[in-house]
């Protein structure tokens, strides 16, 4: 069963970092696209970036290029998020995600990791 | 930065036809995904590559495209289905991904 498990929630301070990690099973890492998706509260899904483990090419969204940085080692089957200087605004819903060689759709997703930036 | 358009909310009675829309400038080279976001779970795919259902997808599910926009019609739609529904393409260049404002659809 194809899956994709993701670290546990996070509380956070402004101004902390921050990495969080999905491991992929069930397939082979390195051959899919993983992207990262926020969500923050009572909004819409965003698209952050994706990586490709095989090889690490990234692509970022505009919205979030220089904002976040995203990973893989492939040698564990895992893929990072890690942003810098947390603010209250980071205060989200992360969902890694895998997308379809195929036919393109993310077809698989992670349970989601709650960020919450508090003070 | 590229966008992709919706209405922020469609309503239907149980039984009518809904029909969410989603525009953007790239559509006509580049497929369209639908997702359906219930409260508490993660995305579920309902249309791909622009009407595709994927398995154990009811068929009162469907997906077109045509220009600059693409749609998600449910024919017969069901209070179960009440659910916000985000489209998902690509930019031109293929980059990046891009998902909708999103739709909440209400049925009642």
């Known amino acids: 069963e194809v899956q994709l498990v993701q670290s546990g929630a996070e509380v956070k301070k402004p101004g902390e970092s921050l990495k969080i990690s999905c491991k992929g099973s069930g397939y082979s890492f390195t051959t899919y696209w993983i992207g990262w998706v926020r969500q923050m509260p009572g909004k819409g899904l965003e698209w952050m970036g994706i990586i490709y483990p095989g090889d690490s090419d990234t692509r970022y969204s505009p919205s979030f290029q220089g904002q976040v940085t995203i990973s893989a080692d492939k040698s564990i089957s895992t893929a990072y998020l890690q942003c810098s200087s947390l603010k209250a605004s980071d205060t989200a819903m992360y969902y890694c995600?895998?997308?379809?060689?195929?036919?393109?759709?993310?077809?698989?997703w992670g349970q989601g990791t709650l960020v919450t930036v508090s003070s | 930065s590229y966008e992709l358009t919706q209405s922020p909310s469609v309503s239907v009675s149980p039984g009518q036809t809904a029909r969410i829309t989603c525009s953007g400038d790239a559509l006509p080279k580049k497929y369209a995904y639908w997702y359906q976001l219930k409260s508490g779970q993660a995305p579920a795919l309902v249309i791909h590559e622009d009407s595709k259902r994927p398995s154990g997808i009811p068929e009162r599910f469907s997906g077109s495209s045509s220009g600059t926009v693409a749609t998600l019609t449910i024919s017969g739609a069901q209070v179960d289905d009440e659910a916000d529904y985000y489209c998902y393409s690509a930019d031109r260049s293929g980059n990046y991904g891009v998902f909708g404002g999103g739709t909440k659809l209400t049925v009642l």
């Open positions: 995600a895998r997308r379809s060689n195929s036919s393109g759709a993310i077809d698989c």
